[in-house]
């Protein structure tokens, strides 16, 4: 009988917060065996993180939390191996190896565990060039980490758990912070490690079709409990029989694994008065060689849902910060809402124009939802009652009223988005600017965030997100602006956009899951943009 790398059996798991017990995983029995693929996926809440952070020892030896049931690592129970011994079976992968590496260069990242296990300096010399040709780094010793892209780092730290000879590698949400190319590149490394018989528990709410070709198991936890264990392919085929399921419907049409076509992208340019209009407008920082913006023309109109889209550093932050006066144009000009940036205040601007930053707790401050709310109301001169009756209105609108008098602090990410916007949509602003909303969002909060943004450019709010998150663009974009070096090189509908591979590609992006889904042959219907593909 074969022992299985990783096994659960009636594993409950509880956190004490605020002395109140708190059950974060409750009867899950899991088995991993050696060299399986396994993806334990599910929304938010759901208990994923718990489950890793006791794999690897993180609980209840770093994180105290209340363990009850069998965990075992290859037929031996966790509690019995010292940290040192379980370090060395197994390695984690957490979805930020920024808050992790405690090095300067690649070969002294790598060399730290290393030392830790008090091997020989001789040892290391030869682990370190090994360990790089094994995960796609050969020659990068000597680079400071800083000069790594995102998918770069992803394999450095893989290589640190490799060097220590883990033989199984745990993954939490690796996916969060890379864009199009670094998530492929990354897969395209999980590949190699799963072609090398490295067993791998990955946890991620961000599906790829191309992740589900080489996962051999999937397990989906919801609220603590497993509610399906089973072959990807059963995965993706019983979101038709579980439809009622609003949570799991949600967590799959993020993804246009749903195998409906339903999803499809919106066709339909808004043609109307345009809110925003960039004329030839061009912009480089004073630090740079080449300009941000190099001759930039555009229009964004009233009612339009607007995806701006590219490689990172092609432009995109710098131009949407142009639209509110953050950064004022060289050359050309742009007009917000009938109003020359140029000649106005970002104070007067801020009236017209909503930002949201990615990370929402980079603008809240306010001790309570409710005063977060009514803050720019109350800056702007808005009477109290108005703000008081917009702010009721809009909680509830937002699904927020039960978290008014709550500090924003406290809550979800979903949550903390919600309020952001909400506190945004008080003041009414004929522009809403998001940038990199999805980020940290599971399907149902991602789904919420879409209703939201659909409604408000069907009262007539320009709505304009910077993302990379091309499912995004497909599902609720009018229209997509692609840049690259600063320069547009498509801008039309999200249908002729990002429906042209060559397009995508020249921007350092990947075409739609469902197009990709259909390549990979995981479903028979065919998504119509696939024959305009020219």
Same mark, same amino acid.
């Given at each position: 009988?074969?022992?299985?790398?990783?096994?659960?059996?009636?594993?409950?798991?509880?956190?004490?917060?605020?002395?109140?017990?708190?059950?974060?995983?409750?009867?899950?029995?899991?088995?991993?065996?050696?060299?399986?693929?396994?993806?334990?996926?599910?929304?938010?809440?759901?208990?994923?993180?718990?489950?890793?952070?006791?794999?690897?020892?993180?609980?209840?030896?770093?994180?105290?939390? $209340?363990?009850?049931?069998?965990?075992?690592?290859? &037929?031996?129970?966790?509690?019995?191996?010292?940290?040192?011994?379980?370090?060395?079976?197994?390695?984690?992968?957490?979805?930020?190896?920024?808050?992790?590496?405690?090095?300067?260069?690649?070969?002294?990242?790598?060399?730290?565990?290393?030392?830790?296990? &008090?091997?020989?300096?001789?040892?290391?010399?030869?682990?370190?060039?090994?360990?790089?040709?094994?995960?796609?780094? %050969?020659?990068?010793?000597?680079?400071?980490?800083?000069?790594?892209?995102? &998918?770069?780092?992803?394999?450095?730290?893989?290589?640190?758990?490799?060097?220590?000879?883990?033989?199984?590698?745990?993954?939490?949400? %690796?996916?969060?912070?890379?864009?199009?190319?670094?998530?492929?590149?990354?897969?395209?490394?999980?590949?190699?490690?799963?072609?090398?018989?490295?067993?791998?528990?990955?946890?991620?709410?961000?599906?790829? %079709?191309?992740?589900?070709?080489?996962?051999?198991?999937?397990?989906?936890?919801?609220?603590?409990?497993?509610?399906?264990?089973?072959?990807?392919?059963?995965?993706?085929?019983?979101?038709?029989?579980?439809?009622?399921?609003?949570?799991?419907?949600?967590?799959?049409?993020?993804?246009?694994?749903?195998?409906?076509?339903?999803?499809?992208?919106?066709?339909?340019?808004?043609?109307?008065?345009?809110?925003?209009?960039?004329?030839?407008?061009?912009?480089?920082?004073?630090?740079?060689?080449?300009?941000?913006?190099?001759?930039?023309?555009?229009?964004?109109? $009233?009612?339009?849902?607007?995806?701006?889209?590219?490689?990172?550093?092609?432009?995109?932050?710098?131009?949407?910060?142009?639209?509110? &006066?953050?950064?004022?144009?060289?050359?050309?000009?742009?007009?917000?809402?009938?109003?020359?940036?140029?000649?106005?205040?970002?104070?007067?601007?801020?009236?017209?124009?909503?930002?949201?930053?990615?990370?929402?707790?980079?603008?809240?401050?306010?001790?309570?939802?409710?005063?977060?709310?009514?803050?720019?109301?109350?800056?702007?001169?808005? %009477?109290?009652?108005?703000?008081?009756?917009?702010?009721?209105?809009?909680?509830?609108?937002?699904?927020?009223?039960?978290?008014?008098?709550?500090?924003?602090?406290?809550?979800?990410?979903?949550?903390?988005?919600?309020?952001?916007?909400?506190?945004?949509?008080?003041?009414?602003?004929?522009?809403?600017?998001?940038?990199?909303?999805?980020?940290?969002?599971?399907?149902?909060?991602?789904?919420?965030?879409?209703?939201?943004?659909?409604?408000?450019?069907?009262?007539?709010?320009?709505?304009?997100?910077?993302?990379?998150?091309?499912?995004?663009?497909?599902?609720?974009?009018?229209?997509?602006?692609?840049?690259?070096?600063?320069?547009?090189?498509?801008?039309?509908?999200?249908?002729?956009?990002?429906?042209?591979?060559?397009?995508?590609?020249?921007?350092?992006?990947?075409?739609?899951?469902?197009?990709?889904?259909?390549?990979?042959?995981?479903?028979?219907?065919?998504?119509?943009?696939?024959?305009?593909?020219?």
């Amino acid at each position: 009988m074969i022992i299985p790398a990783l096994e659960t059996r009636n594993l409950n798991i509880t956190y004490h917060l605020a002395n109140r017990p708190s059950v974060a995983v409750a009867s899950v029995d899991l088995r991993v065996e050696p060299g399986e693929f396994h993806l334990l996926c599910g929304p938010s809440g759901s208990g994923k993180s718990t489950v890793l952070k006791l794999l690897c020892g993180l609980i209840p030896n770093i994180i105290r939390a $209340k363990v009850e049931g069998d965990v075992k690592v290859f &037929g031996k129970e966790i509690h019995g191996l010292s940290r040192r011994k379980l370090a060395q079976l197994v390695g984690i992968v957490f979805q930020n190896p920024d808050d992790y590496f405690v090095a300067t260069s690649v070969e002294t990242e790598l060399a730290f565990g290393l030392e830790n296990l &008090g091997l020989p300096r001789s040892t290391m010399l030869s682990v370190v060039p090994e360990t790089l040709a094994k995960v796609g780094l %050969p020659g990068f010793d000597k680079k400071p980490l800083t000069s790594l892209s995102g &998918g770069q780092k992803q394999r450095l730290a893989i290589g640190c758990c490799l060097a220590m000879n883990a033989e199984v590698l745990l993954f939490d949400e %690796p996916f969060v912070n890379l864009d199009p190319s670094g998530s492929l590149e990354l897969i395209t490394s999980l590949k190699d490690l799963k072609r090398k018989g490295i067993t791998i528990l990955l946890v991620t709410q961000r599906l790829f %079709p191309e992740l589900l070709d080489l996962v051999d198991r999937v397990t989906l936890l919801q609220s603590g409990k497993i509610v399906y264990q089973g072959s990807p392919k059963n995965f993706v085929e019983q979101a038709h029989t579980i439809a009622s399921d609003p949570i799991y419907q949600a967590f799959l049409r993020m993804y246009g694994l749903a195998g409906k076509t339903s999803e499809q992208s919106r066709n339909d340019l808004v043609d109307g008065e345009a809110a925003v209009t960039f004329r030839n407008v061009s912009f480089t920082y004073s630090d740079a060689s080449s300009p941000a913006l190099d001759g930039v023309t555009c229009d964004f109109h $009233k009612g339009e849902i607007a995806v701006v889209m590219g490689a990172n550093g092609a432009g995109k932050s710098t131009l949407v910060r142009h639209v509110n &006066g953050i950064l004022r144009p060289q050359n050309g000009q742009v007009t917000t809402c009938g109003i020359d940036t140029r000649e106005s205040s970002v104070a007067t601007l801020a009236r017209h124009v909503g930002f949201m930053f990615q990370n929402p707790l980079h603008t809240i401050f306010s001790d309570t939802v409710r005063r977060e709310m009514s803050f720019t109301a109350q800056l702007f001169g808005i %009477p109290d009652a108005v703000t008081k009756r917009k702010v009721n209105e809009i909680a509830a609108h937002f699904d927020i009223s039960n978290v008014l008098d709550t500090s924003p602090f406290v809550l979800s990410a979903g949550e903390q988005q919600r309020v952001a916007i909400a506190s945004t949509a008080v003041i009414e602003p004929k522009v809403l600017i998001l940038d990199e909303p999805t980020h940290g969002l599971d399907g149902r909060n991602l789904y919420r965030l879409e209703t939201i943004l659909l409604e408000l450019s069907s009262k007539g709010h320009s709505v304009i997100i910077v993302t990379h998150d091309v499912d995004l663009a497909y599902r609720i974009a009018n229209r997509v602006i692609l840049l690259k070096e600063g320069k547009v090189i498509a801008n039309g509908s999200a249908h002729e956009v990002l429906c042209n591979e060559k397009l995508v590609e020249e921007a350092a992006l990947i075409l739609p899951t469902q197009i990709r889904v259909d390549k990979l042959g995981l479903r028979q219907e065919k998504p119509n943009c696939m024959e305009s593909n020219g």
